[in-house]
């Protein structure tokens, strides 16, 4: 056993040795180590081992070096031989090296010049071509900076485009593309704001053209509707066709003649063009296209479309505020309207120039808003207007207005629904003035007849008014016309008011037969409310006599004839025939019916006032004896009154100066009866009956002198009925035929009230007491006074139980 493990160790050990011999020597590490993992003492057995196997090598190189020993004596021996020749050829070498060193440097020299050349040449080929490839981008910069200093961003953004898609990406390794690239979305930024600031400038400026702008088209408009106007006057030339449209108008042709304006059309013999400005002549819209294209290229149209509808939805506001004195003058109305239509004429070219920018719906919605606003805005201040011509020239403006945007596209028929609004204030603006007018001319009238001289008078007096009368034409001259001057006056002051109401009327848009009726309604108003009233006025002042009242009913009877030559008039100008079913009348008649009555009715009254104003001054004395014999003078004063006035009347209708004398008689019977039967006095003597009666005798006298003829019989003297019957029972002193007869319808004394004919005996009685006092002081009354008193007392009783039982029954 000891013995093969021997054997083991020593082949291991031969293994190992073999591993050190032919292994690297840095890798012997392990093989060493398995010599110590192995049996204990087994490296003395391997050291034992290997200073044998060192002793065997020894022992071959030994061998080896003496059998090569004499060869290397010998090598080294003809070595020491050639060591001479080989110093003789390092000299002759390096001789040689040298001579051709020196030969050399100059090659050499030249050699390295010529690859300096070579790579100087490669250098310069390969910056040409990476220059070619810079220059494009660099000249594409150039360009970009250039349009950018000339504003032109459009092409800017354009160029830069160019830049980021083609031209950078092909040096996109240089620096300076790098820069470049970095450098363009900043231009991008700051084109934006610089078309954003210009079109800030645009918007601010476009506020301020738009006076200029609108007025501009307000004036074409109104230069389209006189060329049609004077185009349609010459239809019977020749047929007006349309020959071409500027802006969106249709301008017309007629026998070659081109025109805006009547005048310039008169004058031209051939075509004469008007010149049409646009919106575009006026305001420089780039800002606007320019900064569409920029921010739609940019991607952020819907920003920009979002930001300009926002601020002309701003500037439209402001448009339509107006300034607080807008009504004072026409101009304030006619800036406010300009300012209008040239913001809607700049939207208008916005909307047809761009694609998309604004919308008809977006022009629709900002249309009615402003309407809406507009028509509030003129209905407010339309109502501070007092002048007749300012509410006219506003509805001109606002007819012009309409018109001009009607041309647009915009719907006005709102604005000439608000212009028969207009129309009815219009209209009262006018009454208000016509009634100055007619006052002005009553107060200027001398309301007497108007003289004429010669037939030049006469004509030019029938120009203005249409009169005719056969009896006064046959009458030579110089003569006198029934009417005042105020009547033709009146006359052509109506016609005056018609035409003032028909200019309101035109371009209204309206047929004939509705201007008819609005003339027709408007010349009712003028009669029936401003002339009538006019009329009742001037009737009601206390400076209007009877003189002039009389000649006013004449007045109104002549207006009232001449109505039927207004309505010719009206006709004559519209052309609308009075027999049309819905034609209006005029209601003239009426009115001046109206004013005479009431003119009558003040002559009624004036006379009584007069009367009365000569009744206060009756001075009787009540208590006198006996009478004086004849009437009293206050009373022969108003007779002759009466008898001046009613000689006036003879060119009143003769119902009105009959009525009128009637009303005064009876007017006077009743404050005659009313001065006897006053509760103030309390006495009256037989003589003051007596002169009461002789004045009412006057009376009677006057009456049947027939101050105005036309009465039948006595029929005037009636009116003093009453009190003849009451003072002669008085007089005859008839009570037992009064009484006995009382209530029988042929009484003698059938008009004597009971109670009328006690107050007035019990006042009798009282003076006759008193009488027989002043008389019989210190005696006995006499028997006949004293029968006389009983009689008295026994009538009164009797008087009083009829007016008990009158009472009674009653």
């Not at 090598?57 to 070096?65: A, G, L, Q, S, Y």
């Not at 810079?134 to 160019?162: D, F, G, H, N, W």
Request: aromatic letters at 8%.
């Amino acid at each position: 056993m000891a013995e093969s493990g021997t054997l083991e160790s020593i082949t291991e050990h031969e293994r190992i040795l073999q591993e050190i011999e032919s292994t690297d020597t840095a890798c012997v590490g392990p093989t060493l180590r398995s010599v110590y993992d192995d049996q204990p003492n087994a490296h003395k057995r391997f050291m034992e081992k290997l200073d044998a196997r060192i002793r065997n090598h020894d022992r071959e190189i030994e061998k080896m070096c003496n059998f090569h020993h004499q060869g290397f004596v010998d090598a080294i021996t003809e070595l020491l031989k050639v060591r001479a020749d080989a110093e003789k050829l390092m000299g002759q070498v390096t001789d040689t090296n040298r001579r051709l060193q020196d030969a050399g440097r100059e090659v050499t020299a030249q050699t390295e010049e010529v690859i300096r050349c070579r790579i100087q040449q490669r250098n310069m080929t390969t910056t040409v071509e990476k220059l070619q490839l810079c220059i494009p981008v660099l000249e594409m910069y150039s360009k970009l900076k250039e349009q950018l200093e000339s504003k032109r961003y459009y092409a800017a953004l354009k160029t830069m485009e160019q830049l980021e898609n083609i031209y950078i990406p092909r040096v996109s390794q240089y620096r300076f593309c790098q820069i470049m690239a970095e450098t363009l979305p900043k231009l991008r930024e700051e084109i934006k704001e610089i078309s954003m600031s210009d079109l800030k400038d645009f918007l601010e400026s476009i506020r301020k053209h738009s006076d200029k702008i609108g007025e501009t088209a307000m004036r074409q408009a109104q230069q389209h509707r006189t060329f049609i106007s004077a185009v349609q006057k010459q239809a019977s030339l020749g047929c007006a066709k349309p020959l071409y449209s500027l802006n969106g108008r249709t301008t017309l042709q007629h026998n070659g003649l081109v025109a805006g304006d009547a005048a310039e059309e008169e004058e031209a013999d051939d075509e004469v063009l008007v010149l049409v400005l646009t919106a575009q002549d006026l305001v420089d819209f780039s800002p606007v296209y320019r900064c569409l294209h920029i921010y739609t290229i940019l991607g952020d149209r819907e920003t920009f479309e979002n930001y300009y509808r926002k601020q002309r939805k701003k500037q439209a506001r402001l448009v339509l505020q107006p300034q607080s004195n807008m009504h004072e003058t026409v101009e304030g109305y006619r800036k406010y309207f300009n300012q209008i239509v040239g913001f809607f004429v700049v939207e208008d070219h916005i909307l047809h120039a761009t694609q998309g920018l604004v919308t008809r719906a977006f022009t629709d919605e900002l249309w009615n808003m402003a309407l809406s606003k507009i028509i509030a805005v003129l209905r407010t201040h339309s109502s501070y207007c007092n002048d007749p011509d300012l509410v006219l020239e506003l509805k001109n403006l606002i007819v012009i207005f309409a018109d001009t945007l009607q041309g647009y596209g915009f719907s006005v028929n709102r604005l000439f629904d608000l212009l028969f609004e207009i129309r009815d204030q219009y209209n009262e603006t006018l009454l208000k003035k016509w009634a100055l007018v007619f006052r002005e001319i009553f107060e200027q009238d001398n309301y007497s007849p108007i003289p004429v001289e010669n037939e030049e008078e006469y004509k030019s007096v029938v120009s203005r008014f249409p009169f005719h009368d056969a009896e006064i034409e046959k009458q030579p001259f110089p003569k006198k016309l029934p009417m005042s001057q105020s009547v033709p006056q009146i006359y052509i002051q109506v016609k005056e008011f018609i035409y003032a109401s028909l200019k309101f009327s035109e371009s209204l848009h309206r047929s004939s037969t509705e201007i008819d009726d609005m003339l027709r309604k408007s010349a009712n108003l003028l009669l029936t409310r401003t002339l009538s009233g006019c009329l009742q006025n001037l009737i009601k002042k206390p400076h209007i006599g009877l003189t002039e009242l009389v000649q006013i009913i004449i007045n109104t009877t002549h207006l009232e004839q001449a109505c039927k030559y207004l309505e010719d008039f009206i006709t004559n100008i519209t052309n609308v025939s009075p027999e049309t079913i819905h034609t209006t009348r005029l209601y003239g008649l009426s009115t001046f019916k109206d004013a005479r009555h009431a003119a009558e009715g003040e002559i009624y009254t004036k006379l009584n006032q007069k009367i009365d104003e000569f009744i206060q001054l009756a001075d009787y004395e009540w208590g006198m004896a006996e009478s004086d014999g004849r009437a009293s003078g206050y009373l022969m004063d108003l007779i002759n009154f009466l008898r001046s006035t009613f000689q006036v009347f003879t060119h009143l209708p003769g119902k009105v100066a009959q009525t009128a004398c009637m009303s005064a008689c009876k007017h006077l019977a009743t404050s005659l009866m009313q001065m006897l039967l006053d509760t103030e006095l309390k006495q009256i003597s037989m003589g003051a009956i007596q002169q009461f009666n002789l004045d009412v005798i006057q009376c009677e006298l006057f009456a049947s002198s027939e101050p105005v003829p036309g009465f039948q019989g006595d029929t005037l003297q009636l009116a003093f009925i009453d009190l003849r019957q009451l003072l002669d029972l008085f007089m005859v002193w008839d009570w037992s035929t009064y009484l006995a007869d009382y209530g029988q319808p042929t009484s003698k004394y059938l008009r004597v009230n009971p109670s009328t004919a006690l107050a007035l005996l019990e006042k009798v009685n009282r003076g006759m007491k008193d009488t027989s006092k002043k008389n019989n002081i210190f005696s006995q009354f006499r028997k006949n006074d004293r029968d006389k008193q009983k009689l008295i007392e026994t009538v009164v009783k009797q008087l009083r139980s009829l007016v008990n039982g009158m009472s009674q029954h009653s």
